[in-house]
């Protein structure tokens, strides 16, 4: 486990999964990330690598070849080399491996840069294609915060505020798959109250979101998070079954709907990248 800390902020990284597993306020004392009871769910903010999401019968072909991957691919079970930079940077590294290739016939090195900047945590992704043929992946993030954080609050005392949004058009879930059928949420004053029903039937799903920051906050006290992406195509809401936590989910990439036919490089939101270049993305959160 990796601490870094600053002035405002202190965080612990697993170096399986390269995982965020705490965020710690000094300011307000508070912890503000899911604490992986896996009554629940057992884990805080996995990446998602290389794909996001289910694929149609866990598998797809490249180069007519069948390859069989879980729910949100390998990256998160996988141990990562760790480096701590600093007390407030560390970067952890996943390459591919001989098992790897039995099941994603990609070389790749992936790379995961926490910083702490004030009252910031920032998580940069990086994506390098060392192969010499292109790199085909999606790449997402999980991480769950904690609903309840605040004594004398209850879950639905908190809601989601989005800074370009007044309505979302979210795709149902059939199965794990993207369905064809829609549904729309019309927010009140940019508003999604938090509910425990809005996840019976899995994660929403967006494809046409236009915010880039959401926070999340409560109506009893002053406290609360700003969650900043760029650049992240679709998103994620979700939280298991009545779970005191909701995840905040940017994805570049999404499952495969119920009609794909499996083929990597036609799967909805698939990058490619050239041998020899990177990719980036980043989020950041902010604790008040």
Not at 126 to 145: D, K, Y
Not at 150 to 170: S, V
Not at 181 to 205: E, P, Q, S
Request: glycine residues 6%; charged residues 25%.
């Amino acid at each position: 486990m990796i601490t870094l800390q600053n002035d405002y902020i202190a965080v612990s990284l697993a170096a399986k999964g390269a995982e965020l597993q705490r965020l710690f306020s000094k300011e307000t004392k508070l912890e503000y990330l899911w604490n992986g009871d896996d009554q629940y769910w057992g884990k805080h903010s996995p990446v998602l690598f290389p794909v996001v999401g289910a694929l149609k019968n866990d598998s797809f072909t490249h180069k007519e070849e069948t390859y069989h991957l879980p729910r949100h691919g390998f990256a998160r079970d996988q141990v990562f080399k760790s480096e701590k930079i600093s007390d407030t940077e560390a970067v952890f590294t996943l390459k591919e491996t001989e098992e790897s290739l039995k099941v994603y016939p990609f070389h790749f090195e992936l790379k995961l840069k926490y910083q702490l900047k004030d009252r910031k945590l920032i998580l940069t992704y990086e994506v390098i294609n060392t192969g010499e043929e292109e790199l085909l992946f999606s790449l997402g993030a999980h991480p769950a915060f904690a609903v309840p954080n605040t004594p004398k609050t209850d879950y639905t005392d908190y809601y989601l505020a989005f800074n370009a949004d007044d309505e979302l058009t979210y795709w149902k879930l059939e199965n794990g798959l993207i369905a064809k059928d829609t549904g729309n949420i019309k927010l009140n004053g940019h508003k999604l109250n938090l509910k425990h029903d809005l996840f019976y039937n899995d994660a929403l799903v967006f494809k046409t979101m236009q915010s880039n920051c959401i926070s999340l906050l409560n109506t009893k006290n002053d406290y609360g998070l700003h969650f900043h992406f760029d650049d992240f195509p679709f998103f994620g809401i979700w939280a298991a079954t009545d779970a005191p936590f909701v995840c905040l989910e940017p994805w570049c990439g999404v499952a495969d709907d119920v009609d794909h036919n499996q083929e990597l490089a036609h799967k909805e939101g698939i990058i490619t990248l050239s041998a020899g270049k990177n990719w980036e993305r980043f989020w950041e959160v902010e604790c008040f």
